[in-house]
């Protein structure tokens, strides 16, 4: 941006405040320079930085071709056909270019705050961005070759650009050298922000969930405060806060509970003595495999509780299965019946005919899955149903 | 007299965090059942006002 600066006499701009220049001597009559104009001194240019800006006169889409063209002095078609490469070659061509997009400020604005409807559109751009971002990854294969090998790094880039637009409140100058170093403390403070956020999720599953809470109320009341007192500081309050309150929030909904310990489990009572009322798990696999313990006729009640995993009870055919089974997220499948999703309730209440066993099942699982059948190695469609229910 | 200015985004959020930490600290009191039918739309709500709080105000 060109500061306006006050007129002053082009000599006054070349000399040295402290050194001032020698008067020329009054010139006489006799001078034969007299009527000679005095001769303008060399000036150097002032330097001022280049700006990267994107294009209003010559535009595709945004200008950012044009205007990272006009940055380098070189042609835009150039960067036009590096950018499509990008694109096919990779992907990353495609965040690069409205992380471009987000940053980079139009001809003539300055690389000042962008005004209110403009950030209000790249916010908007930005949230549908990254809405449109999770609901394509999952569905894609691999129709870009490798491509999607590329896109991580982009969305990395774009997260980092995002939280460090949140946390400053700033937009970069239109300097490159300024976005990259945006990007850089962005994706710091991205990381720092998913360490914290998996001490968080770690701490409440392990029963600190209390504690957690607490901390979310004083990191909230923190920020009221801080936005009288020093509202600078307390911006950058926002995203860990952020990264703390997410994640405990998740555990809690899903009801993780990592106390169990976690790694892989395998129980195989002998008898039908052995066969606990109790198994649980923090995180990982756990097996309750019953078909050596000869169950006595009756009900057998089993509590299964696993946090982030999975868990499976195996059954011998003569055994009828009744069991209640609530999930975070993840799925169920009970013999052929299978279900999933969110906030899982899945009831099969049933009865054994006289004389025969009949495990009740309790299981909670936060995230992961829940599998009843009775051989482990069997796929879905070959396993026997729950037949020895009446 | 020199007024000091507030910052909107930081205020949101801790309105939205305060909000959100009541209600992760009546989960963990049993108070309520937190689920994610709950949970995932209070989420949502924190993120985005305070996105649209950094979006809609200007830092001068």
Redesign the interface.
Known sequence: MVRDRPAVDPLLTMTDDTNPPEKPPEPGPEDPTREQPVPEPPTTPHEEPRRLYRSRSDKVIAGVCSGIANYFRIDPVIVRVLAVALIFLGGAGVFAYIAAWLLMPNEGEGGG????PS??L???G??VLIIAIAIAFPFHGNWWGGGWSFVPLGVIALAGLLVW??AS??RPQGDARAIVRAIGLGVAILAGCILLAFGAAWAAAAGG??V?????????????????VS??A??W??VP??AV??P???V???NIDVKGGYGDRTYRPATSAAVRDHYRLGAGKLVVDLRAAHLTPGDHAIKLDVGVGEAQLVVPPNVCVSSDTHL??GGVQVFKRDTGG??VDHQDERFAPPGTPRVVVDANIGIGAFTIHHRPDQGWRRTLGNLACA | MRV????????I?????????????A???SAIH???????P??CF???D???A???????
């Open positions: 705050p962008a005004e209110g950030r209000a790249t916010v908007a930005a949230i637009r949140v409140g700033e969930n209390g957690v809470a607490g901390f979310v109320v004083a990191a909230g009341l923190a920020l009221i405060v801080g936005a009288f509202p600078r307390a911006r309050m926002i806060a952020l309150a997410l405990a929030g998740a809690a909904a899903a975070g997220i969110v906030d | 000091k200015r507030v910052d909107l985004t930081a205020l959020a801790g309105v939205g965090l305060l909000v959100f930490g009541g209600v992760l600290l989960d963990a009191l937190l689920t994610f039918a709950a949970y995932a209070l989420a924190l993120v985005g305070v996105l649209l950094a979006g809609l105000t200007r830092r001068d």
